[in-house]
C-alpha cells in the first residue's frame, strides 16, 4: 500500500471513527461501508473536513447482491455505491451504504452536499427502486415513460416482461407481453477457491 | 397589457442539433429560458445489465458502442478495470500503442465535436474540414483492427495485435487516378507508423487553418464568449472532468495527476480556461489536440526503435499465439477454455478511470469470481454535464441552448449507455 493511500486510510479512521462500519484497502482503493443513520454526516465530514476534502462525486450507483456468489450473500442486499474524489488532496475514496429494509430500500439523498449526484440517484431509483429521500425531483430517467418494474434488480429478467409493436389493426403502437425465448449460451459459474490446484489433486 | 406567461417549449427528440435522440423540455419566459428539463433513456440499451450476462471478454465490444465517437477510450477502461482485479501487468510496447491510439481517439473526438459545434453555431464548412482529417485517422483504426470505428481492439492484458506494416490504400476508380491517385497514396506505401508520422506533421498546420476560420471570427465570438460561463467552485460542485473542467480553469487532468500507462514519460502540457465559457471550452479542446499530436509523434518514435509483445503471455487471460496451439496440448486447452468459459476474474471490487477526451469515464466493476461480472458500472462524463445543462441554460436566449449542447460535447451512446 503506498504511503498517500495510508496518510488517507489514517484520516478517515481520526475523522470518522467508529462511523465506518467495515473498510477494505485492496487494489489500491479503499472502500468504507456506512449505515444510513451516519450517510449523510459521513458524506459532510468527507466533503467539507480540511483533510479529506472530496469536492467531487464522481460516481453514485446502486448495486442488488441478491445472488452475490450465486446467492451466498449475508447481508443487506441493497447498496448505493459512490466514488468521490479530491481535487485538492489527489485521492479517491469509495463509500458504501447497504440500504436497511430489502423490501423498501431507502438510502438518505446527499443532492444538497454535490448537486452532481442528482441524475445518479435518479438512476438507482429507476434501476433498482432505492428511494433517495431528501431528493428534489426523484423522477424515472432511463427507462420508457410509464415502465413498470426496477430493470437492474437481479430477479428482473434480462429479456423483460414486455415488448412494444407497431399493430396495423389498431393503427398504434402496442405493448405484448415478451415472445422472446431466454436462453444462456455461456453459463455462470463460480469456481470454488482452489479450483485447478496442483497440490488438491 | 396582456399577461404573458411562461410557456414550454418541446426540443427533440429528433432535432438536428440536438446531437442524437435528446430531448428537452424548456421553459420560457419569452425567448430566455427559465428551466430546462432534458429527458434522456432513448438510446438505453442497459448495456450493464447486459455485461452482466456475458463474460469479461465478451463486453469488450459493447464498451465501442458507449461513446461512438471515442471507441478506444472506452476500451481501455474497462480492460484496465479488469487488469487491476487480475493484478496483471501490460507489456510496455502494448501501453505505448494504447497510449498512441487514446491520444489518436481524442483527435478523432474533437474533430468532430469542432465540426458538430461548428454547425450549431452556424459555421458550416467546419464539418468538411474536420471530416477530412477524420478520414485519415480512422483508415489507422482500420488498419490496426480491421474496423473503422467499433475496433474491438484493446483487451484484457494487452492489445489484440501489433502495429500491422502496410496501409490500405485506394483503388484505381472514375474520380481517383493518374496522378491524383499516386499522389493520395504516397504516404500510404510504408507503415502504419509512417503514414501517421506524416499526419503528425501536418496536423498542426491544419489546426492553424480551422484557428484562422474560428478563433477571430466575429460571429464565433458572439455565439460563444461569456455564453454558459462556470465557474470554478460550481463546476467542481456540478462534477465536471475534463475539457469542462479545464475550461473553468481548474488544472485537473488524470493524465498528469494519476498517470496510467506511460504518461508519466511523455512531454505535454494541459491547456487551462480563464472565464468558464464556451469560447473558453473551445480553445481548450484545440490545444489539447496539439497536445495530443505531439504525444502521438513521441509514441510513433518509441514504437519504431522497441519492439516486443503486445499482449500478455498469461494464457489464463489472453489467447496462446495460434502456431502454439495447434502444437501443443497445454496451449489448445488454455485456448478452449477462454474461448467457452472465458476467464475467472478474482473476488473484489474495483473503480479505474482514465481521462477520455470528454472527461472522467470511469469503470466500477464488482466481481465474485465468476466468468462475468457481477455488477458494472459506467461512470460516463457526458452524463454529469448534461445534467448540468438546466443550470448553464438559465436565463440565456433559447438559441444559446444549442451552443451549450454543442459545448457539452454530447453523444448519446454513453449517456443512455
Known amino acids: ?201 | 397589457m396582456a399577461d404573458i406567461q411562461n410557456y414550454t417549449l418541446n426540443f427533440g427528440p429528433q432535432h438536428p442539433a440536438a446531437h442524437g435522440v435528446l430531448r428537452m423540455v424548456l421553459e420560457l419566459d419569452g425567448e430566455v429560458v427559465t428551466r430546462a428539463d432534458p429527458h434522456i433513456g432513448m438510446l438505453h440499451r442497459a448495456t450493464e445489465k447486459l455485461a452482466e450476462t456475458r463474460t469479461w471478454v465478451q463486453s469488450v465490444p459493447y464498451m465501442d458502442r458507449l461513446d461512438y465517437m471515442s471507441m478506444m477510450c472506452n476500451e481501455h477502461a474497462y480492460c484496465m478495470a479488469i487488469e487491476k482485479l487480475l493484478g496483471i501487468e501490460v507489456p510496455i510496447r502494448a501501453q505505448y500503442i494504447r497510449v498512441m491510439f487514446d491520444e489518436i481517439t481524442r483527435i478523432l473526438n474533437h474533430l468532430l465535436w469542432i465540426g458538430a459545434h461548428g454547425l450549431d453555431v452556424g459555421a458550416m464548412t467546419m464539418m468538411l474540414y474536420a471530416m477530412r482529417e477524420r478520414e485519415d485517422l480512422v483508415d489507422c483504426y482500420e488498419a490496426v483492427s480491421g474496423a473503422r470505428w467499433h475496433a474491438a481492439y484493446y483487451r484484457p492484458g494487452g492489445v489484440y495485435r501489433d502495429l500491422p506494416d502496410s496501409m490500405p490504400k485506394y483503388k484505381e476508380s472514375k474520380w481517383k487516378k493518374g496522378a491524383d491517385l499516386k499522389k493520395l497514396n504516397e504516404a500510404r506505401s510504408g507503415t502504419l507508423l509512417d503514414f501517421l508520422d506524416d499526419f503528425v506533421s501536418r496536423f498542426p498546420k491544419l489546426l492553424d487553418e480551422y484557428e484562422t476560420l474560428l478563433t477571430d471570427n466575429r460571429i464565433w465570438k458572439q455565439r460563444l464568449v461569456n455564453v454558459g460561463v462556470v465557474s470554478p467552485e460550481r463546476a467542481l460542485q456540478l462534477g465536471f472532468t475534463g475539457p469542462m473542467l479545464r475550461g473553468s480553469g481548474i488544472a485537473w487532468d488524470l493524465r498528469k495527476k494519476q498517470p496510467y500507462e506511460v504518461y508519466d514519460r511523455l512531454d505535454f502540457d494541459i491547456p487551462v480556461g480563464v472565464t468558464g465559457d464556451c469560447y473558453d471550452r473551445y480553445l481548450v479542446r484545440v490545444e489539447e489536440m496539439r497536445q495530443s499530436n505531439r504525444i502521438v509523434k513521441q509514441c510513433i518514435d518509441w514504437l519504431r526503435v522497441n519492439p516486443g509483445p503486445v499482449i500478455t503471455d498469461n494464457y489464463k487471460v489472453a489467447s496462446p499465439p495460434r502456431a502454439r496451439m495447434k502444437s501443443n496440448m497445454e496451449e489448445l486447452i488454455h485456448h478452449f477454455k477462454l474461448c467457452t468459459e472465458g476467464m475467472h476474474v478474482p473476488e473484489g471490487q474495483v473503480y479505474s478511470a482514465i481521462e477520455h477526451p470528454k472527461g472522467e469515464f470511469g469503470i466500477y466493476a464488482v466481481s465474485d469470481g465468476a466468468n462475468k461480472p457481477y455488477r458494472l458500472k459506467i461512470r460516463s462524463p457526458g452524463y454529469v454535464h448534461l445534467s448540468a445543462l438546466s443550470e448553464m441554460t438559465q436565463g440565456h436566449m433559447i438559441a444559446d441552448v444549442v451552443t451549450m449542447v454543442g459545448t457539452i460535447d454530447i453523444v448519446f451512446g454513453e449517456i443512455d449507455r
Not at chain 1, 113 to 125: H, K
Open chain 1, 1 to 201: 500500500m503506498s504511503a498517500k493511500l495510508e496518510l488517507l486510510g489514517q484520516n478517515l479512521q481520526k475523522h470518522l471513527g467508529d462511523r465506518i462500519r467495515a473498510s477494505e484497502a485492496a487494489l489500491g482503493e479503499i472502500t468504507i461501508d456506512v449505515t444510513p443513520a451516519d450517510y449523510l454526516d459521513v458524506m459532510k465530514t468527507l466533503r467539507d473536513e480540511p483533510e479529506l476534502r472530496f469536492e467531487q462525486l464522481m460516481d453514485l450507483c446502486g448495486v442488488d447482491y441478491s445472488t452475490y456468489r450465486n446467492g451466498n450473500w449475508q447481508g443487506r442486499r441493497f447498496a448505493a455505491v459512490s466514488q468521490l474524489l479530491s481535487v485538492t488532496h489527489n485521492w479517491r475514496v469509495c463509500v458504501r451504504c447497504f440500504a436497511a429494509d430489502d423490501d423498501f430500500p431507502s438510502i438518505p439523498s446527499v443532492v444538497s452536499i454535490w448537486n452532481s449526484v442528482g441524475w445518479f440517484e435518479r438512476e438507482a431509483f429507476d434501476l433498482y427502486g432505492i428511494v433517495f429521500p431528501g431528493h428534489p425531483d426523484l423522477r424515472r430517467l432511463l427507462t420508457d415513460y410509464g415502465f413498470v418494474g426496477h430493470p437492474f434488480r437481479k430477479d428482473f429478467p434480462i429479456y423483460g416482461y414486455v415488448e412494444m409493436r407497431y399493430d396495423p389493426d389498431e393503427q398504434r403502437v402496442v405493448y405484448q407481453p415478451v415472445t422472446i425465448e431466454p436462453r444462456e449460451i455461456t453459463p455462470r459459474i463460480v469456481r470454488e477457491e482452489s479450483y485447478g490446484d496442483v497440490e488438491n489433486g
